[in-house]
């Protein structure tokens, strides 16, 4: 069974309160997300004050992908904004396990992102070091993007490695997950999927929670 954790990009801005108070009731172990600075990936979405709103209104983990340059300077600032997991991207950070020992140090569980075009024996010598691998399974930037299949070949590998160095990290899968293709993206070895517009532009966001649950 995977852990669902819906992305709040995909959310009705304009009643917030609604969304959280359907995923304080569903079956969503995690809510994820995205932090965009207009520099790392070309648009911005929102910062700390927004993941404070969230937090309070929220019962499940807050798991944030930060899709900005120098992460470093803002850490903190998303751990007191009630972050329980800060992914950094691989390919925004030049000191990357400074940036690791940073995220635990301040307390949160400790997650690298990669992009698509980044191979997985990047994470060899950081992968004993993190909680969570967020691989993008869509370039990033924007929610309702079609699921890269080349990803399923990098979870496999990734996988691998996990468990032949008889690790704990979570494989989380971000981007294009949708009913149809989650089966196959667990079957590859994911534990974590995110799922923005298949949760929140369903009819009945509620049930595709359960439904993704259940798979
Ligand atoms: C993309 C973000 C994703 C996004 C996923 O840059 O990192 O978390 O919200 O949205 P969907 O599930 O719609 O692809
Ligand atoms: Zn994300």
């Known amino acids: 069974m995977a852990i669902i954790a819906p992305s709040l990009l995909s959310a009705n801005f304009l009643n917030l309160q609604a969304d959280c108070d359907m995923l304080n009731k569903s079956e969503a172990d995690w809510y994820h997300l995205d932090i965009m600075d207009g520099r790392f990936v070309p648009n911005i979405s929102f910062g700390p004050m927004l993941v404070e709103f969230f937090r309070k209104a929220t019962k499940k983990e807050c798991d944030v992908h930060l899709m900005i ?49 980044t191979p997985i024996n990047q994470l060899v010598d950081i992968i004993a070091d993190i909680d969570i691998v967020c691989m993008m399974s869509v370039n990033p930037g924007f929610g309702g993007q079609k699921f890269i299949t080349h990803t399923l070949e990098k979870i496999k590998q990734l996988r691998k490695l996990i468990d032949e160095k008889g690790l704990k990290v979570l494989i989380e899968i971000d981007g294009g997950v949708t009913i149809e293709n989650a089966p196959s993206i667990i079957a590859a070895g994911a534990d974590v999927l995110v799922a923005g517009n298949t949760v929140f532009k369903s009819p009945n966001p509620t049930d595709t929670i359960s439904q993704l649950k259940k798979i």
Do not use: D, T, W
């Open 69 to 117: 340059e120098e992460p470093e300077r803002y850490a903190e600032q998303f751990k007191n904004a009630g972050a329980n997991h800060l992914s950094v991207h691989i390919e925004a950070c030049n000191h990357l396990h400074r940036n690791i020992q940073q995220i635990k140090s301040l307390g949160m569980k400790a997650g690298v992102a990669i992009n698509p075009h």
